[in-house]
């Protein structure tokens, strides 16, 4: 039987969960606190249901009892959680963390504190962010153990394939850390929950680091004995040679640390609801990361920036730009960077990724694409074409042009996405797990498959549509025209 203290400590959450602090709450979710219904009639057989409206949402399985479930593909209207981490109202530009402007965040703080902030919902004092940082930094020393396994990578292993391998890899490490071995009620001491923070936190940018220099053949590099700070620790493991006395350059460091503030989070994006869908299932954090991270590493998530630099070299001048604006309306092309599926205004982030971008400039010298660049916004923003259908800028128009500045490789942007949105991540992972409401993940589908069908023998069988099987390598092909069975 649970104790007096843990049946309070339970009902605690409960209710911190029914009843969020108003003054923080958004202009909507106070207006929607009133008491407020859906009625829906069932024009089948007349049935009358009231669904109660709770912050401008209803809640899905109201329906069954009209025996409805509803239908929404990409999740594109669907709330799958509450959360108190992120606010973003797309129609006004607006993206704010734990209520702070993203616009405040970027001008006046650092990435570490910003990370405080996501996880524990406010921002540290000083001694608070002391010891949050040095419990981060020391974590920077990775096991030898993982930097072995690294070494092992293929020359050319895409640098997301081995740091998303390596955070799953790391759960083998820290057994006393993983349900599955340790039991499920592991992380309710958040003395250890808290360790795996820092770990992850710690352990991104040296694994990142390592994932870099093995690609361009050069030998680990650990963290320097000098006091560094996260963004500048992360980019002299990456750049040191043999002077003892390196440093990266103050304004890069800047720069980078205000990127990480703008990629650190945004809301139940695809990758972050990865980390929620995988947390429900009670695997440990280090294998969530590195499913976050997956489904980062594709293309139509974390990839969007390496795809506009492609874009800005295939226009190659401005002089192309007016014919690239018709053959884009003429759906021949796609306009790259432009758009989003939650702003439908300027990406707040873009402006200010904008104007970073010339700090860099000034530092490493101008990236030619960024003229291309200015001029197709230009062109683009006073278009009717694009107006109308309000696509505006998003982070990754200018972000991807700002790496290519600081010279990281084209294969690496996502790797510098990762970094930061690991701290997203988990303050996800952080929030859900204090969630009472939270259960293990399970959609439900629109079955449009055949009845029930008879099974019939293989030598009976006939008609069935033509399927290609063949799967071929240049291995296979030198097979299939020798002599014998390889």
Known sequence: MPSSSTSHDRLGRILSQLAPAKENMPHKAKASAK?????????????????PIKDGV?????????????????????????????????????????????EQLAEKSTFLEVAYLLMF?????????????????????????????????????????MVSS?????????????????????????????????????????????????????????????RMGYAESFLYMMDKLDNPNYRPHPKLVRALEVLFI?????????????????TSSGVDVYSSIGGAASALYGPKHGGANEAVLKMLEKIGDKKNIPAFIEAVKAKKVRLMGFG????????????????????????????PLIEIAEELEKIALSDPFFVKRKLYPNVDFYSGLIYKALGFPTDFFTVLFTIPRCAGWLSHWNEFLDDP????????????GPGETQYVDISARGGAKEIELNATSSASVRRQYSTGNP
């Open 166 to 226: 390596m955070m799953s890899a790391m759960s083998t490490f820290q057994p006393e850390a993983n349900p599955a071995k340790a039991g499920q009620g592991v992380y309710q001491d958040r003395k250890l929950r808290n360790e795996q923070i820092y770990r992850i936190l710690g352990s991104i940018i040296s694994v990142a680091a390592c994932a870099y220099r093995h690609r361009v053949g050069r030998p680990f590099v650990n963290p320097s004995s000098e």
């Open 121 to 161: 919902g406010n921002l540290p004092t000083k001694q608070q962010f002391d010891t949050f940082t040095k419990n981060v930094m020391r974590h920077t020393y990775v096991h030898e153990d993982i930097k072995k396994m690294m070494a092992n990578f293929r020359h050319d292993a895409h640098p997301m394939g």
């Open 262 to 278: 703008l990629h650190a989070d945004h809301e139940q994006n695809c990758s972050a609801s990865a980390m929620r869908h995988l």
């Open 58 to 102: 209803v809640r899905s399985k109201d329906f069954w009892k009209l025996k409805l479930r509803t239908y929404d593909p990409g999740y594109k209207n669907t709330a799958s959680c509450t959360s108190r981490i992120t606010f973003i109202d797309g129609g006004k530009g607006v993206l704010r963390y734990r209520g702070i402007p993203i």
């Open 35 to 51: 008491s407020s219904s859906l009625t829906v009639i069932d024009n089948r057989d007349g049935k009358k249901l009231e669904v």
């Open 437 to 448: 409401e939270n259960v293990i993940v399970r959609p439900r589908q629109v079955y449009l």
């Open 340 to 367: 989003h599926r939650v702003y439908k205004n300027y990406d707040p982030r873009a402006r200010i990724v904008r104007k970073l971008a010339d700090d860099v400039f000034s530092v490493v010298g101008k990236e």
